[in-house]
């Protein structure tokens, strides 16, 4: 597989659009108002927005978790969609598994043998450091390792579309900036593209090529923000002035939407 | 392990001390005949002299006991499964069985021996009528409470709808299938015993416990019949300590009920 992390986000040809897509429930006010979006191949885009801006909404229709009530949501190739992989905002794992069946758990699904899903499992398990911790039950395990599980299951599917919903939120800030870190490192070495759902203003420009910013009732598009610093980002990118500029700039566009919105 | 044994017997040991010399203390101070609170060593006497009736009674009132329990955990989940699957089932069939618990088993009995006659499949069903109950509302709450964070995710994997029950439904439903469990094999000897009463055989390598107890009581053996009230008990005793010690074998490695167990 070709490392799409590594190519710069220009790459025109889209990997996923969204167009036109509205989404309400029970015949209800819309969450979302016709959402339009270009997403490309090696693209992180951060989703960020006040409560209520239907940004989980967008990674359920894109999943297929939930169907759009009017618009559509088009993959660039068919088998796209069977590479999708998602981060839940709790860890849901399956707490009379083992971390290695987690892990193994999609794979499972598809019915792939024991031996061989194992084998792919740990070497997920590897890659974010949990090696010590692969015959736990969750339950043994902190926060931070329970998400940690919950990527490698992630990326045991071998994801070209990783998408994240608040996967950090529950998790104090240092533990959270770590991961953010590893979360980049993985993607350095696994290669896939993400849509990220975060409250964080900082964890969306650390993490993002490009932030969208939603405005609530109804979910809108208000302004999308290209952030221009390159990968691989680090610790130190946090002090590099143009992270600091482009948080600023990302804080007055959620700043100027939390006015309009209600609360 | 040993350590909390102990404690865990201190107390009780204390109580039933206690107990026994109130027992003695009464039947000495306030003279009371046999024939109402016999001493513990007359019980004792009384259920080595009618060992063989005690003993065979308690077989077979073990044998109803184990065919009612496995009927009703057989029944109770399979109906459970059905309730959970789909809403309609749910919504048209749980107020009959509402209607079925809550017509006393007492008022059932002479209906079912109608159509079973007296013997084992009749005991066998009114043990059912009384152990399935918890079954089924537990089993049925723990497969419709599932986390639907977890029930994404297997969508997320296009999981289909059997791998959702056997890998998800099923496996998160067990704690609560494990109380309904724990509840049905108090409840069993119950069942059997009354089963027993009503429906069960007379001649002696049949009667089960409950008819040992009528007999005893028809002959006025007091301590005997004390003695088949121990037995009883320490079948029932058997009975939940066994569903325990499943619950826990099951439950111990991933619960959280029995974190720091290990």
Not at chain 1, 147 to 170: H, K, Q, T
Not at chain 2, 213 to 220: C, P
Not at chain 2, 229 to 248: D, E, H, K, P, R
């Amino acid at each position: 597989m070709e490392n799409p992390a590594k190519s710069s986000p220009i790459i025109p040809d889209p990997f996923l659009t969204l167009s036109q897509v509205r989404k309400s429930f029970d015949g209800e006010v819309d969450v979302l108002k016709s959402l339009d979006m270009d997403i490309s191949d090696g693209d992180f885009i951060g989703l960020i927005g006040p409560s209520g801006c239907g940004k989980s909404t967008v990674l359920k229709l894109i999943a297929g978790l939930i169907p759009p009530t009017s618009g559509t949501i088009e993959f660039s190739e068919q088998n796209l969609a069977e590479h999708l992989a998602y981060v839940f905002q709790d860890a849901t794992l399956l707490p009379w598994k083992t971390v290695r069946d987690n892990v193994a758990l999609p794979l499972q699904l598809k019915g792939v043998g024991e031996q061989a899903r194992h084998n792919a499992a740990n070497k997920f398990i590897e890659l974010v450091g949990l090696n010590h911790a692969a015959d736990l039950y969750p339950r043994e395990l902190s926060g931070g390792m329970k998400m940690r599980v919950s990527i490698a299951r992630a990326l045991c599917v071998e994801p070209r579309l990783l998408l994240l919903d608040e996967p950090f939120g529950a998790l104090d800030e240092m533990t959270r900036d770590i991961l953010n870190e590893e979360l980049l490192t993985l993607r350095e070495a696994t290669g896939w593209t993400a849509m990220f759902v975060t409250h964080s203003v900082s964890e969306a420009v650390f993490l993002s090529s490009k932030v969208i910013v939603l405005k609530p009732n109804p979910g809108e598009i208000t302004e999308c923000i290209d952030i221009p610093l390159d990968f691989p980002r680090t610790a130190a990118t946090r002090e590099d002035p143009v992270f600091v500029e482009m948080v600023v700039k990302v804080t007055k566009a959620l700043r100027s939407v939390h006015v309009k919105g209600s609360d | 392990m040993f350590n909390s044994l102990k404690n865990s017997l201190f107390w009780p040991t204390i109580f039933g001390a206690i107990l026994i010399s109130l027992w003695y203390g009464s039947i000495a101070l306030f003279a009371i005949p046999e024939y109402q609170l016999p001493p513990l060593h007359r019980i004792a006497e009384a259920g080595f002299e009618e060992r063989n009736i005690l003993l065979s009674g308690a077989g077979q009132t073990l044998i109803a006991c184990l065919i009612g329990f496995f009927t009703s955990v057989f029944g109770g989940v399979v109906l459970s499964v059905l309730l959970a699957s789909n809403p309609w089932a749910y919504k048209g069939v749980y107020p009959y069985i509402l209607i079925l618990k809550m017509t006393p088993v007492i008022v059932l009995a002479p209906i079912v021996i109608l159509w079973a006659g007296q013997g084992l499949v009749s005991i066998t069903i009114i043990t059912f009528l009384i152990c399935f109950f918890p079954i089924v509302v537990n089993t049925t709450m723990g497969l419709r409470s599932t986390d639907p964070g977890l029930v994404d995710l297997f969508k997320v994997y296009n999981g289909n709808s059997w791998q959702e029950l056997l890998w998800l439904r099923l496996p998160a439903a067990l704690p609560f299938f494990m109380t309904g469990l724990r509840v049905a094999a108090a409840l069993t000897p119950i069942g059997a015993l009354y089963g027993d009463t009503v429906a069960g055989m007379g001649s002696s390598d049949e009667a089960g416990l409950g008819f040992v107890v009528m007999i005893f009581s028809a002959q006025f053996k007091v301590p005997a019949l004390f003695a088949a009230a121990f037995t009883a008990c320490s079948i029932g005793f058997m009975f939940v300590g066994l569903v325990n010690l499943f619950s826990w074998w099951v439950l111990h490695k991933w619960h959280d009920a029995y974190l720091g167990d290990e």
